[in-house]
């Protein structure tokens, strides 16, 4: 992937977002929680670390979808220098209400809007989003696509929705101690444990995606929007929709914001947000 802009100018590090993944933010705690889609049968849990503009991978993990379950809930932060100390910070939203900004974070769908399912009474199933708790960094737009919404069923009706965000991430600005992602063993060696500074620039990718399965549903060529509807209770009679995706080419926003170019990325597998729902169902 080539290099994209950060929203921070030096981070130390930058984690990646992508795939089915579902965001719930706590502004009162400042905590931000990733939920992981584990009922996607055809979809894994891949976790890759890199140095900024190398190509090789300096840590690579794949989980298959019954691992996530067993290890959840995960945690990611940054640990004081020393290991001591409970892990302290804020996770913050760059402008999750102006999406004029292309990297804000109001450009990542939220299946709460008027567009989806504000009055839906939208509700999440227990034991299916695995948790991955986030305690630092800003999160934002990293890369925007062309969203079309289409009815799931019967008449298709499409209404564009405009650039919205195909990659979601975060950068971590600390310059010490260690960025950590464990899982809910705290007595097991973290997933990863990288050592901040100001000389170098780690990416962190986390991606739920598709695995290499014979499965004709492991096609990237499918839509894997609906798979979100495994996980979400609505109310009688509400319509499911599915996102198509097509490549920004870029055009210069007249708003004020970082540009972006988009990357396109195969499959179709966006992330989306629930604005009003702060917290995960317990992972128990």
Not at 113 to 137: C, M, Q, T, V, Y
Request: glycine content about 6%.
């Amino acid at each position: 992937m080539t290099p994209l802009d950060t929203l921070l100018k030096q981070p130390s590090a930058t984690i990646y977002f992508d795939g089915l993944l579902v965001f719930c933010y706590d502004k009162h705690q400042k905590r931000l929680q990733v939920g992981i889609h584990t009922e996607a049968h055809f979809h894994a849990l891949t976790i890759k670390v890199k140095e900024r503009g190398q190509s090789t991978d300096l840590q690579s993990l794949r989980l298959e979808h019954e691992q996530v379950k067993e290890i959840a809930p995960f945690f990611l932060y940054v640990e004081h220098k020393g290991g001591s100390g409970a892990p302290s910070g804020a996770a913050t939203l760059y402008k999750p209400d102006d999406p004029r900004y292309r990297q804000a974070f109001a450009n990542v769908i939220d299946l709460q809007s008027e567009s989806f399912h504000k009055h839906d009474h939208l509700r999440i199933k227990p034991h299916i989003l695995a948790p991955l708790n986030i305690l630092n960094g800003e999160f934002y737009s990293a890369t925007l696509i062309e969203a079309t919404r289409m009815n799931l069923e019967g008449a298709s009706n499409p209404l564009n929705l405009g650039l919205l965000a195909k990659t979601v991430a975060a950068d971590i600005s600390n310059t010490d101690g260690n960025l950590i992602l464990r899982s809910n063993d705290h007595k097991a060696n973290p997933l990863i444990k990288l050592p901040l500074s100001d000389e170098k620039h780690y990416e962190v990718s986390i991606t739920n995606g598709p695995t290499d399965s014979n499965d004709p549903d492991a096609d990237p060529t499918h839509n894997h929007f609906s798979e979100y509807y495994n996980a979400f209770v609505l109310r009688d009679g509400a319509l499911k929709y599915m996102v198509e995706i097509e490549e920004d080419h870029g055009t210069t926003p007249p708003d004020p914001g970082a540009t972006i170019l988009s990357i396109p990325l195969d499959p179709p597998c966006m992330e989306v947000q629930l604005s009003g729902i702060s917290q995960l169902p317990d992972w128990t």
